[in-house]
C-alpha cells in the first residue's frame, strides 16, 4: 500500500541535435508509467521531462544548418520533442530546457557556491573527446576505426573519431568524493539499480576518481561561469542540475524540500553521469543525493543500440499510427524486462497486440459488456451465491492488485504489468469454464449467470484500474462503458479492486481493432 509521501521521478533531458527515436519515447512511456502508477497511489507525484540545449554537439549541428543554437533548439522543441509526449501520451507535470532563465540562474548559483566552498580549482588537461557524448573518453573506451575512419580512434558507442584536445578549464574536486560514494552504495543497496548497473558503478569508482573538467573556453554556447564569463559550463555539468533548479532550487525553497530528492530513469550509457558525478556534485554543494539511479536497457534494432546515425533509429509515430500509443507504451514494457536490454521487431510488436491486447484484454472487455447487454438489458447484474470459481477471481484481484504495487515498488514494470495479466488470463479462463451464454438458455440458471456476469464485471474493472497506467485510453473506454463513477485516473490503484460499481453498461467499441501490417 501506498504511504501518501511524495514521488518526483525524472527522465534524462534529451540532446536537441536531432529528433526522437523509440528509444527516448521508452525511457518517457517508462517514466510516466511510474508517474502515474504513483500519483492513482494518492501521493504527491512530480513528473520532470526537458530537453538539453547547449554544447559544442549543439552548437555544431545548429552551424551545419545555417541557424544559431537557439534557433535550432527552439524549432527542434516545437516540432519534436513536445508532440513527442502527445504522441505517446506523457502525463508530465514539467518540461524543463536548460536555456530557460530558471535554470540557467540556478546553474550559476550552484556553481558559485561549489568554487566558494573550494570544490573548484583551474587547470590543464588534455584528452580524447567524444562531442556525440559530450565525454572525455578513456583510452580503454575506445576502438580502432573501420571503413571511412580507419587508421583513427573512435568512441566504442557512436563510432565516430574522437577529437584530443587541451584545454585551461576549471576542475570539479571529485576525486575526493571517491570514498563517499562507496559507502553509499554500501549503505544505500538499492540507490543504483539493477543489481547489474550497480556493480559496474562501484567497480568503476573503486578503481580512483579523477577531477573533473566543468568548464569550456574554446566555444560559447551554454550558461556562463559566473566568475569568468570566457568559460561556460560543462554541458554534462549543466544538464545534471536541471533535476534541481526545476524542482525549485535557488529560487523557491519551500517547493525545493517538497520535491527533492528525485528518482531518476537513465539509459544505462548515461549511468556514470548519474551516479556518480551528480551524486557527487550534490555532496559538495550540501544536499541530498537522489532517491536512486535507474539505468535500463537499450532497444536493440538488428542486433545494434538505436542509432540515427547507423538508420537504425525508428521515429515513435511509424508505430503509433498503426497500433495506437496505449500499444506503444503495452509492448515496450511488456516485452522487455526493465533494466535489460531487448529487441524490437515488428512481428513481435504485431503479434502481441493480437494475442495480448486484441484477443487477450481487448476481447475480454467486448464480450463482459456485450453480454450483459444481451442478458441484463445492460443492468448490472448483482452475485448471489459464490462459488470456489467465483471466490477464486475476487483472489486474483487482490493478488493482482498487490502483485502490481510491490513491484512498481522495485520499479519492475514488466512485473506489474504480468501480475494485472494473470487477471486477464483467469478471467478469460473463467468464462471459457462457466458458459454464461449456455447458462442464459436455461431460466432456472438466471441466479448462476447473473453471478458470473456481475463476478466479471468486478475482475474487469479492477483491471481497468491497474492497466491505466500503462493503457490510459483503453481503460478510459472501458470505464466508460462500466458506467463506473468518476475517472479511471481517479481510482486508487493500491486498492484497484475496492472499486465502486456502477449501475448500466454502455455500448464498447472494439478497444484494440485489427490491423492490417505490410509485410
Known sequence: MADG???YITTPIFYVNDV???GHAYTEVAADVLARWHRQAGEDTW???GTDEHGQKILRTATANGVTPKQWADKLVAEAWIPLLETIDIANDDFIRTTDERHEANVQKFLQKLYDDGHIYTGEYEGYYCVGCEEYKQQSELVPGAG????QLVCAIHSKPVELLHEKNY???MSAFGDKLLALYEDRADFVQPESARNEVVSFVKQGLADLSISRSTFDWGVKVPWDETHVVYVWFDALLNYVTAAGYGQDDEEFARRWPAQHIVGKDILRFHAVIWPAMLMAAGLEVPKGVFGHGWLLVGGEKMSKSKLTGIAPEQITETFGSDAFRYYFLRAIAFGQDGSFSWEDLAARYQAELANGFGNLASRVVAMITRYCDGAVPAAGTLTGADLEIGAVEQRATDASWEAIDRLAIHDAIG?????VDALNGYLTTEEPWMLAKDPAKRDRLETVLATAYHGLGT???LLSPVLPIATAKLWTALGAPGAVQEQRIDRAN?????TQVAPLEALFPRVEVAE
Open 47 to 49: 513528473m520532470l521531462t
Open 5 to 7: 509521501s511524495s514521488f
Open 498 to 502: 475496492e472499486w465502486a460499481t456502477g
Open 171 to 173: 576542475f570539479f574536486r
Open 148 to 151: 571511412e575512419y580507419e587508421g
Open 20 to 22: 526522437p527515436h523509440i
Open 419 to 423: 501480475a494485472a495479466w494473470e487477471l
Open 463 to 465: 483491471l481497468a484500474v
